[in-house]
């Protein structure tokens, strides 16, 4: 091995200890913050804080390695990929530590003990979120790409939990005489849980990119168009978008009281174009769409309000489009409809960042 090799790897070696300290850190700072608020223990929120501070020196002089050793070496390939992921890196731990130090804030303030049922959800989504944290962060450091999918699979645990824990909190404050400062400090520790999970999803992204060289995945989104009778309005934005942006997910469309058959004027439609109606060749109810999986990312009402008539999933965003005000009548023909469809699902796939040239 020559003398610049040797310095290379030397370099390497040095800033996988780094990051391997910073981590172990960051962890226990994390595991630290929710014992304290679990134990309502003040003495031990506040060292975690202080030890915060040196965490974030500690980031600024691994960030400064890593632009070092850029400047030393010009890497390419592997290596420049490993920089790039450590520096991302850093800036996710440096967030993870914020959450662990707003975590011992909320400890500091706690007046009374929180229920059981608070603390059973806040000692498990801990622990799923420290165990995907940490997952992820020995899977970066020993260059295995497969220990993704545990972390994920805490991660998702996690996620899974958030919902019920709400509930939880949501009975708490229904049934429990309890200072409004606590259960808001719950809800906010709930939350920054949730987002330490989802840190550890962006620290497992960095370990495929740093060992295999792949990007992140284009995000893919369910999406549910909703009208009155399912003849025609939601089926054609479903075409729409169908058309314009192929890859853009999963898309479907329902009414609220559909018709035995979609209106001839757009079965003619679509035969004219060559366009299956994909999803199904006869309407479909509200109730029906819903059972089929997971949640919807959006649902979009055409001349409805979707929120009305169903509870909507945390994680759902409900938009209301009036044609009316478009200038849409019921002689308007179907080719004006579904150019103006068109430019709505164009302009709903930018908001979202799907782009069409994929």
């Known amino acids: 091995m020559s003398l610049y090799e040797e310095r290379l790897e030397s370099d390497l070696l040095d800033l996988r200890s780094r990051l391997g300290e910073i981590a172990s850190e960051v962890e226990n700072n994390l595991r630290h ?3 304290a608020v679990m134990e309502q223990d003040p003495k031990l929120a ?3 804080v202080i030890k915060d501070r040196g965490v974030n020196q500690d980031i600024r002089d691994l960030d400064h390695l890593c632009h070092l050793f850029v400047a030393r070496h010009l890497p390419s390939g592997s290596h420049l990929r490993f920089v790039s992921a450590v520096l991302r890196l850093a800036v996710a731990l440096e967030r993870v530590g ?3 130090v707003a975590i011992c804030r909320i400890a500091r303030q706690m007046e ?4 059981d049922a608070v603390r059973n959800n806040m000692e498990m989504m801990g622990r799923h979120a420290g165990k995907a944290l940490g997952t992820a962060l020995a899977g970066f450091l020993e260059g295995d790409p497969d220990s993704a999918r545990v972390s994920r699979g805490f991660a998702s645990q996690t996620a899974g939990t ?3 824990a709400l509930e939880v909190l949501i009975a708490a404050a229904d049934s429990d005489r309890r200072p409004a400062r606590d259960l808001f ?3 906010l520790v709930f939350r920054l849980l949730q987002r330490t999970a989802e840190q550890a999803e962006n620290a497992c992204e960095q370990t495929l990119f740093a060992v295999k060289g792949k990007r992140k995945k284009e995000k893919r989104y369910r999406i549910l168009f909703l009208d009155r009778d399912h003849a025609m309005l939601a089926k054609l934005a479903e075409v729409a978008l169908s058309e314009s942006h192929p890859h853009a997910g999963k898309i479907g469309s329902a009414g609220l009281e559909p018709e035995a058959a979609f209106d001839s004027r757009l079965v003619d439609f679509c035969r004219r174009r060559g366009i299956g109606l994909v999803g199904g060749d006869e309407p479909r109810t509200f109730a029906e769409a819903l059972d089929v999986g997971p949640h919807y990312h959006v649902v979009v009402g055409l001349g409805v309000d979707p929120s009305a008539h169903f509870e909507v999933p945390y994680r759902t965003a409900v938009l209301q489009w009036d044609l009316v005000e478009d200038g849409v009548t019921p002689e ?6 579904y150019r103006l469809l068109m430019d709505r699902v164009r302009g709903l796939m930018a908001t979202l960042g799907v782009r069409d040239d994929e």
């Open 112 to 115: 009374s003990p929180l229920p």
């Open 332 to 337: 308007t023909g179907i080719e004006d409809v």
């Open 98 to 100: 914020d959450y662990s």
């Open 46 to 48: 506040n060292e975690t």
């Open 33 to 35: 913050s929710v014992q």
């Open 162 to 164: 958030y919902p019920y």
């Open 185 to 187: 400090g719950a809800l």
